[in-house]
């Protein structure tokens, strides 16, 4: 199972929006509405911030969205701020043998 | 607080074995399952597999780049869960973090704190 694929970077300046991409295939991320997206900060561990597609865990700020079309799903981050600065990944189920993958991940820097 | 207590850093030789843990103070260790998640150096996240405590057989499932290189296992007595080498190499040199996952909406909901493993000779 290869990973889900993600630019390795992208970038904004506060209060503007980034969206990051996770493009799989129809045995992942096109077949499921199971993707989220982790956040890791440097020597920390991920944190969720979207699962299911689209919905946020109690406590991520509502600048956190997230929406699939096709095989590729997207994470927005809209008003940046300066602790939005981490690497992101996408996860996706990929079926009973398979299980789940994880995206190459994106570092997002606030400039 | 930590949820999910990791035991800590590990440096080993190739060929010897290692089994790290991951304890829950949650009390909700036989609700959910327990997964494990590499980061090599620099690297990202991979999928290891994971196991469900809950189980009466704790059925336990494996990535397929994974199967056959590493053991999950849990204790439901101590709510631990485990992940061990019979062999390592120098290749196993990683972060290894335990997460809890939760079927029903597919999302690792909770993380440890990761332990680091370093293989040299």
């Known amino acids: 199972q290869s990973a889900l694929t993600q630019p390795p970077s992208a970038s904004g300046s506060p209060g503007q929006s980034v969206t990051i991409s996770c493009t799989g295939s129809s045995n992942d991320v096109g077949g499921y509405n199971y993707v989220s997206w982790y956040q890791q900060h440097p020597d920390k561990a991920p944190k969720v911030v979207i699962y299911?597609?689209?919905k946020r865990p109690s406590g991520v700020p509502d600048r956190f969205s997230g929406s699939k079309s096709g095989n590729t799903a997207s994470l927005t981050v809209s008003g940046l701020q300066a602790d939005d600065e981490a690497v992101y990944y996408c996860?996706?189920?990929?079926?009973?043998?398979?299980?789940?993958?994880f995206g190459t991940g994106t570092k997002v820097t606030v400039l | 607080e930590v949820q999910l207590a990791q035991s800590g850093a590990e440096v080993k030789k190739p060929g010897q074995s290692l089994k790290i843990s991951c304890k829950d103070s949650t009390y909700t260790f036989t609700h959910y399952w327990v997964a494990w998640v590499r980061q090599m150096p620099g690297k990202g996240l991979e999928y290891m597999g994971m196991?469900?405590?809950?189980?009466?057989?704790?059925?336990?499932r494996y990535s397929p780049s994974f199967q056959g290189h590493v053991t999950i296992s849990a204790d439901k007595s101590i709510n631990t869960a485990y992940l061990q080498w019979s062999s390592l190499k120098a290749s196993d040199t990683a972060i290894y973090y335990c997460?809890?996952?939760?079927?029903?909406?597919?999302?690792?909901?909770?993380w440890g704190q990761g332990t680091m493993v370093s293989v040299s000779s």
């Open positions: 997460a809890r996952f939760r079927s029903d909406t597919d999302v690792f909901d909770m």
């Open positions: 996860y996706s189920y990929a079926g009973v043998n398979n299980q789940g993958v």
């Open positions: 299911q597609v689209s």
């Open positions: 196991i469900n405590p809950g189980d009466s057989d704790s059925d336990t």
